[in-house]
Every structure is written in structure tokens, then in C-alpha cells.
């Protein structure tokens, strides 16, 4: 149970959980739809839009990449019997997922926001099942 503790505590540290400011899901709306228009392409873009498409990219990105991580801890708190199926699927669903190329992840997002204009005000953090996880679920590794 302790380790299942740990497991937990580390996830949610760097699944941004306890982070702050890291940005609403409006926010990235609007660094990203500019460069969504415009093909994912920063050419033609304004210095501001420009800047703004990197921190999209980089910012999703970096979401992305901490939900592998989350993932793979996942899946060795299940090889090593800390958590059961159940835990493992309920937490991989919240917290987890695969990989994505930048463009898809960017449209999913897209897609979500628009469609979900109530909850720009919220931390992207808490959105990352919405757009994420539902185009690239974490898999357990058999």
C-alpha cells in the first residue's frame, strides 16, 4: 500500500496536478489556433503568433510526453503487482497515454476546445484526457 502511495504521489507531481499557472485550456486556444489555420506552419505568421505556435507546440508536447512517462510507471506499479487491472485502467485513463505527433495533438485539441468553450477557464493540466488520452490511450504492456 505504501508503494502504491509513492507511485501515486510521483505521478501526480508530474502530471502537473500540484502545478500552477501552467496555462487554461483558453490560453492555448489561442496560442494554437493561428498556427492550426495556417497549416502548422509559422511562416506568415506574426512575431507574436509565431512565438505563440511555439508554445503550443511545446507546451502540448510536454503534455504529451509526461502522460508516456505517467504510463510506463503505470505499467511497472501493474508488472510489479502494486496495482490491480482496475486501478490500472482507471489511472492510465486519468493520467496516461501514448504517443501522438504534434499535428494530431494540436487538432485534437482544437476540436475539444471549441467544442467545450465552458471549460476554457480551466488548467490545461486537468483537460489532458479530452484531447489526449482519448486519441492515444495508455496501453498495458503485456
Aim: contains cysteine.
Amino acid at each position: 500500500m505504501k508503494l502504491l502511495i509513492a507511485i501515486l504521489t510521483i505521478i501526480f507531481i508530474n502530471s502537473g496536478v500540484f502545478a500552477k499557472n501552467s496555462g487554461t485550456i483558453e490560453d492555448y486556444y489561442k496560442f494554437c489556433k493561428p498556427y492550426h489555420v495556417n497549416g502548422f506552419s509559422s511562416k506568415g505568421l506574426s512575431n507574436e503568433q509565431s512565438n505563440m505556435s511555439l508554445i503550443c507546440n511545446n507546451g502540448l508536447v510536454t503534455l504529451m510526453k509526461k502522460g508516456i512517462l505517467n504510463c510506463d510507471i503505470l505499467n511497472y506499479a501493474r508488472k510489479d503487482d502494486s496495482i490491480d487491472d482496475k486501478q490500472f485502467n482507471l489511472l492510465s485513463t486519468m493520467i496516461g497515454n501514448g504517443f501522438v505527433k504534434a499535428n494530431p495533438l494540436i487538432t485534437s485539441f482544437i476540436k475539444y476546445a471549441e467544442k467545450n468553450p465552458e471549460h476554457w477557464s480551466k488548467d490545461i493540466t486537468f483537460a489532458t484526457y479530452h484531447f489526449l488520452s482519448r486519441i492515444s490511450p495508455c496501453k498495458l504492456h503485456k
